[in-house]
């Protein structure tokens, strides 16, 4: 598999068959030249997640990919098809399971929004969007948020042991003003058998 991290939550996931992107929200970059989409995926409405300006380019290049989205992003996009937790959807040769619901709180008063949570390929990459959903597969990649206002540090550890994968890659790190902090908690505080693997960005590298 191959992935290619855009910054903070974007990720394009390539199985040799399928690709994917995930998440083309404001903070990332570099996502716009993407051809050969099958599939464009997106966790919640929040702009660092979807980029309402830059998403109908992406899709006019690559005119054969599916819009997934959740039913708050729903209303802002066209044509897409809603995931819903529980969904399984078929994407080229791959299967996406949707995860989750709900987007982790931020604070009381503000409302909680729908998060979808995206499985690539029976556990090959899981996207947890902004949330810290442990699905019931295992799971090889983990997409680890690494910074966000809705976690500290000690969550973020405590959602990579729980879901144990074979390799962490740290993401959703924009807020961050220094993330190799939160990258040297994660590589000392990681359960056995897991490798975290923070990804050059915009490259495509082999996980």
């Not at 399928?18 to 702009?47: C, K, M, N, W, Y």
Request: proline letters at 9%.
């Amino acid at each position: 598999m191959q992935l290619v991290h855009f910054g903070h939550a974007c990720v394009l996931i390539d199985t040799g068959t399928t690709r994917v992107l995930i998440d083309p929200g404001t903070f990332s970059s570099g996502f716009e030249d993407v051809t050969d989409l099958d599939a464009v995926l997106v966790t919640h409405q929040h702009f660092d997640h979807v980029d309402a300006k830059r998403l109908p380019a992406l899709l006019a290049a690559n005119p054969r990919a599916l819009l997934v989205v959740d039913e708050g992003t729903a209303p802002s996009v066209v044509n897409p098809t809603v995931a819903r937790p529980g969904d399984v959807l078929k994407v080229g040769d791959t299967t996406v399971k949707v995860v989750g619901g709900r987007h982790a709180v931020i604070h009381q008063d503000i409302p909680v929004i729908p998060n979808t949570g995206y499985v690539i390929g029976d556990g090959a990459f899981y996207h947890p969007g902004d949330a810290l959903f442990v699905p019931d597969e295992d799971v090889d990649v983990l997409g680890l948020p690494a910074g966000a206002p809705w976690m500290r540090t000690g969550e973020a550890v405590d959602f990579m042991r729980a879901v144990e994968p074979r390799v962490a890659v740290p993401i959703h790190e924009a807020v961050l003003a220094m993330p190799e902090m939160a990258y040297r908690h994660f590589e000392n505080l990681k359960p056995a058998g897991t490798r975290v693997r923070p990804l050059p960005r915009g490259e495509e590298t082999a996980v």
